[in-house]
T-cell receptor, first 115, second 116 residues
Framework: EAGVTQSPTHLIKTRGQQATLRCSPISGHTSVYWYQQALGLGLQFLLWYDEGEERNRGNFPPRFSGRQFPNYSSELNVNALELEDSALYLC??????????????FGDGTRLSIL | AQKITQTQPGMFVQEKEAVTLDCTYDTSDPSYGLFWYKQPSSGEMIFLIYQGSYDQQNATEGRYSLNFQKARKSANLVISASQLGDSAMYFCAMREISGSARQLTFGSGTQLTVLP
């Protein structure tokens, strides 16, 4: 069974540009989560999508947005890139049961570098 | 608000010995789940073990076990018989269950180095 796949592996952009990161969840998983892992800041929750809808977002500006497609894959868009957006962006997926025991399974991440 | 604290930025352990990585948490939700993840230098996050707040027994998964002390709000990870491949960053994470949020809140991590 394929795990969570993210593309691209690396992305280099300049300030002010826009970046699009992609994620395919594990087959059967309908929830997709995005996290940012910046140096010195740990893992911060960005966005949660389930059944095509945005369910929750973390404390990030509106230039961080995304969507989930009918096949449950997801896109994270970052507009007006700033130097501080340089980070590893991790996507995770899980089943969407109401209990809390479903672990989130992570992809290998996209490393975004802003020059 | 939920909070996870990992007070050990770095730990060293000799190969084949056991090591305990500390994690304390704070939440007002009586129903929550605790998770441990391993992140090797390559970056991927690997799920290790889960403990529910109402679970009566400590969770175990192979060489990993969770020392869950609910009254003290601690959920320490114990790795037995350490191997060189265990060298990685380890994160403790929590999810509150009563509300609608499903995201994980992570601690700052512990960098474990296994010495030959």
């Amino acid at each position: 069974e394929a795990g969570v796949t993210q593309s691209p592996t690396h992305l280099i952009k300049t300030r002010g540009q826009q970046a699009t990161l992609r994620c395919s969840p594990i087959s059967g998983h309908t929830s997709v989560y995005w996290y940012q892992q910046a140096l010195g800041l740990g893992l911060q929750f960005l966005l949660w999508y389930d059944e095509g809808e945005e369910r929750n977002r973390g404390n990030f500006p509106p230039r961080f947005s995304g969507r989930q497609f009918p096949n449950y894959s997801s896109e994270l868009n970052v507009n007006a890139l700033e130097l501080e957006d340089s980070a590893l962006y991790l996507c995770a997926s899980s089943t969407s049961g109401t209990g809390g025991s479903q672990p989130q399974h992570f992809g290998d991440g996209t490393r975004l570098s802003i020059l | 608000a939920q909070k996870i604290t990992q007070t050990q930025p770095g730990m060293f352990v000799q190969e084949k010995e056991a090591v305990t990585l500390d994690c304390t948490y704070d939440t007002s939700d009586p129903s929550y789940g605790l998770f441990w993840y391993k992140q090797p230098s390559s970056g991927e996050m690997i799920f290790l073990i889960y403990q529910g707040s109402y679970d009566q027994q400590n969770a175990t998964e192979g060489r990993y076990s969770l020392n869950f002390q609910k009254a003290r709000k601690s959920a320490n990870l114990v790795i037995s018989a350490s191997q060189l491949g265990d060298s990685a960053m380890y994160f403790c994470a929590m999810r509150e269950i009563s509300g609608s949020a499903r995201q994980l809140t992570f601690g700052s991590g512990t960098q474990l180095t296994v010495l030959p």
